[in-house]
């Protein structure tokens, strides 16, 4: 149930349009979108794209900027109509995925709790099984295509260490003190257990030969020199227990859900795939919509409900769950159903967030839209005052929204999205429109404004040429930030 937020660019959001409205906007291809009265010209669009680093010259990137727009348009108009988004009715569907996961996990651990325990005679049985090995080893990191000099350098370190060893040194507080791996280290070297062939070949196989206590002299892997230990069973019992524990645990978890859907009669929908992808091409459709992808006893799993869960797992999910074949497609939404399940007995079991944890939820998404509101410079007490007439409020928030992304696309801020589930509330309660012509149309624009800037890089431009609507004519634009990357991935454990 983790989620994670959007983050870079260059990803796809998905929009549409009312069916009321296709031909109108086929005939007006100079609007790309509207929201909240407000409307996003086609121009405006392109001069964005054009004007923000990184962003590639194509629909789904128009798709996804007008998309931002959309939303920060319609938080905007929330504001400037002095409606409260930090009421508790609006907080609980927001902050959905985060009371989901905790309501679930207390559940979880409810059940946990009735099994019975594990004991060491377990480990016992665990450790001298044979198909799992809890080692530890120290590292000495040597690159792969490191120089003879740094080399042989790390041979000299690697031999000082295994002579500290081999003179009785506790081996634990050595490789915490000597050991170049970041994974195990802090753990005195202690690598979680793992069935052979999990390591390099050269540490798997050494490893694999030891027994109880003993330990190797240096062993040379990809990742350097290895000096590797295997402990007792008394010395890792809690470890071995811990992961005995794991493991038996999650076949426990999928026999209950099993069992629960075949109590309740749990059945995946035929052609639920489909349905899941056109979802994830249509999402404001989609968020509505209540065709079943699941049916069981008083419940059903709701494309709506499919896209919640998405929202709540984060774009990646979303990308992959495209790419997958039917039959995966098919038991993601089973488990979601289960998923399902397991939160309604929570609920009927009484287990609901303590009001220090819902007060602790509150605080952090209060936190969250007050950021928001002074990020799009919507802070100012003029928007809310009731004293002002509301059109000139919303006529104020839009200037507001429309001078931020001047600042995005002349070097300023990146641009910041909506939470994602409320981004997905604000176009259920707000009146928006996307016109698949209008992006197209800005798509090009974009790039001939892009080819234009790039022929003319170094040279002087006349100061009413190029210029992104809403920037005064004579002021040089700056670099905009470029999209974000991926974080790096975490470093893996030197056995590897």
Known sequence: MRRRVIGALVLMVSVTGCNKMKDAFRARPEIAAEAGGQELKTERLASL?????????????????????????LFAQAVASGRDLTDSATASLVLWPELAELVGSRWHDSLVARRAPLTPGMADSVYNAGDVRLLQHILIRVEPNAEPPAKAAGLKKAQAALA???????????????????????????LPPAPRGKWVTAFDSAGWTLAPGQRTGLVESPFGYHIIRRPPVAEVQDRILAYARERVGAVLDS?????????????????????????????????????????????????????????????QWA??????????????????????????????????????EWASLMQRYRGQIDTLRMSLGLSANDLS?????????????????ESYWDRVANGGPRPRPIPAQLATLLRQQGEHRFDQAGL????????????????????????????????????PQAQAPAAPTPAAPAPASGAH
Do not use: C
């Open 49 to 73: 794209m054009a004007g923000i680093k990184g962003v590639p010259m194509s629909r789904e990137a128009a798709e996804f900027i007008s998309g931002m727009w959309v939303d920060q348009t």
């Open 164 to 190: 500290r060893v081999e003179r009785g040194g506790d081996f634990a507080k050595l490789a915490k003190e000597l050991s170049d791996d970041p994974g195990s280290k802090p753990e005195g070297g202690y």
């Open 255 to 315: 026999i209950y859900l099993d069992s629960m859907g075949i109590r309740r009669g749990l059945k995946v929908e035929r052609g639920s795939g489909v349905a899941m992808r056109e979802a994830l091409s249509n999402r404001d459709a989609a968020s509505r919509s209540t065709k079943p992808l699941a049916t069981y006893d008083r419940g059903a799993l709701t494309v709506a409900d499919f896209m919640r869960w998405v929202n709540a797992l984060g774009p």
């Open 319 to 356: 990308a992959d769950l495209v790419s997958r074949p039917d039959s995966m497609l098919d038991r993601f939404v089973r488990l979601l159903a289960q998923n399902q399940m397991l939160l309604q007995q929570a609920d009927s079991a009484g287990i609901h967030p303590s009001e220090t």
């Open 385 to 401: 005052d009731p004293a002002m007439p509301a059109a000139d409020r919303a006529r104020a928030a839009s200037i507001k929204v």
């Open 440 to 475: 197209l149309r800005a798509v090009e624009l974009a790039k001939e404004k892009r080819a234009h800037a790039d022929s003319a890089a170094g040279a002087p431009a006349p100061a009413t040429q190029g210029v992104a609507p809403g920037v005064e004519p004579g002021v």
